[in-house]
């Protein structure tokens, strides 16, 4: 068994970084530089790893979470969506960065 202070601090843990993934989500879906085919590159590891979150959120929030096995699996899954989050906001980034370097680039004279 799981102590029930142990996991609730993994449950804030997993609520406060869904929702910077949500957070991350939602303001470059905002973004000015308009969406292109490729930014589903990003956009697809982006979503699939909130689902995961949310899957691992979901796993903790129930009581059966006070045994090993399920907190463990929990976790395993939660750290499995942080990286997808993770690979998407990085290639998010690169991409928004050679729009941007792109647009900005001084015509040859």
């Known amino acids: 068994m799981i102590e029930p202070v142990f996991r609730n601090g993994t449950v804030t843990t997993v609520g406060i970084l869904l929702a910077f993934s949500l957070g991350f ?46 907190y463990e699996r929990a976790n395993r899954i939660f750290i499995t969506g942080l990286i997808f989050t993770a690979s998407g906001v990085g290639l998010a980034i690169l991409l928004d960065f050679f729009e941007i370097a792109g647009k900005s680039a001084l015509p040859n004279g």
């Open 25 to 70: 989500i939602t303001h470059w879906a905002a973004n000015p530089i308009p969406w292109q085919t490729y930014h589903l590159l990003a956009v697809l590891p982006i979503l699939i790893g909130i689902a995961l979150q949310m899957r691992a959120l979901s796993l903790l929030l129930d009581v059966s979470s006070l045994q090993k096995p399920i």
